[in-house]
């Protein structure tokens, strides 16, 4: 994602579009930026900079206090994005992640096509923006990633690659922190042809074991696979309301539209849950959740509306006003075959 905690607070306040936003710190100097915008890396503010230093290059710059909430939720809504086309998802944190769609949900040849589909994908469903780097390995398509931001999208052909990596900036290697980068440059290593020249015996005696490494990538070589941290162990869609909510009528409306979009993206992604869950969040903050689980999987909205509505009976909806609704399946199947039943429920 393209400067993503920046992003989202000039998405969610139209104030902040266009204008230099540093997310984390104070104006006073305290803390350490987060992230910032694009208009205020202009003037060299990055991310890990102590608050102070943003100030003196950026005094103009319109500090934000982080909102995880917020970012945590648009992550997931383009996880699900991502899981449209592959269960080979790969986080490396809420705003970035590995695919391999060497074999893809949608049966599309073109892994450029994919990427590009993704993108627009995301910015019709968050209204941010992503760059995406396609290669046959994951540095490469790391590295790729990283070219044209924002909004980029950045092919790297395997004929391509070695001559692409001999004219990177040895600062832009995925992997190269700034204390080796600084290392590099004080033994004249500036840049992946600089880099290439040195055999793998002195690349170790130099750098350590991280010397082997250096030696593969800067030929792109690479062959670790994309390997999800975890099997999907539940679906689920939650929000939260810009005013409180009591009217019970819309809260079952709402419901019933959160079931079936969760219904649709359960056959999508070829799963099925056994246990329902309701959360609710009311307005002092107070957070339950209710739970059934069902004697079969199911992924139909009937059934999950109908759970829902039980459950819902077991809380102070409609007595007390309300912020955050959600439904989630667990006890989840994957790509198997779903025993459908008429249920009867025994609240």
């Not at 206090?65 to 899981?83: C, G, L, N, T, W």
Request: proline share 4%.
């Amino acid at each position: 994602m393209d400067a993503f905690y920046a992003s989202v607070e000039q998405r969610d306040n139209p104030e902040l579009q266009g204008k230099p936003v540093i997310v984390g710190g104070s104006p006073s100097g305290r803390g350490v930026v987060a992230t910032c915008s694009y208009e205020a890396r202009k003037f060299g503010v990055h991310s890990a900079m102590p608050a102070s230093k943003a100030v003196r290059l950026c005094p103009h710059g319109i500090f934000v206090k982080a909102r995880f909430d917020a970012y945590k939720k648009a992550s997931q809504q383009i996880r699900e994005i991502f899981f449209e086309y592959t269960d080979l998802v790969e986080p490396l944190s809420l705003d970035e992640a590995f695919l391999d769609v060497t074999e893809n949900h949608k049966n599309i040849p073109s892994a450029t096509l994919i990427a590009k589909e993704i993108k627009e994908r995301i910015y019709e469903v968050t209204r941010l923006t992503a760059s995406a780097g396609v290669a046959h390995n994951k540095f490469l398509a790391k590295v790729a990633s990283d070219v044209n931001k924002p909004s980029g999208l950045t092919l790297i052909t395997p004929e391509k690659a070695e001559a692409f990596l001999e004219e990177l900036p040895i600062e832009d290697f995925f992997g190269v922190g700034k204390a080796t980068q600084k290392k590099m440059h004080a033994v004249g290593i500036k840049s992946g042809a600089d880099l290439k020249k040195w055999s793998e015996i002195d690349l170790v005696k130099a750098f350590g074991k991280s010397g082997r490494f250096y030696y593969r990538i800067v030929r792109g070589i690479d062959h670790r696979e994309v390997k999800p941290h975890r099997v999907r162990k539940s679906y689920g869609k939650e929000r939260t309301f810009s005013e409180d909510i009591d009217s019970l009528e819309w809260i079952h409306n709402f419901l019933d539209e959160l079931a079936q979009t969760i219904a649709e993206g359960m056959k999508k992604i070829n799963a099925a849950g056994k246990t329902i869950t309701l959360k609710v969040r009311y307005d002092d903050f107070d957070t339950i959740t209710r739970s059934y689980s069902l004697p079969h999987h199911t992924n139909r909205y009937l059934d999950i509306t109908d759970v829902t509505r039980k459950l819902l009976e077991e809380t102070e909806v409609g007595n007390r006003p309300v912020r955050l609704l959600g439904i989630t399946l667990s006890n989840l199947n994957l790509n198997e075959e779903t025993v459908w039943e008429q249920l009867e429920f025994s609240f």
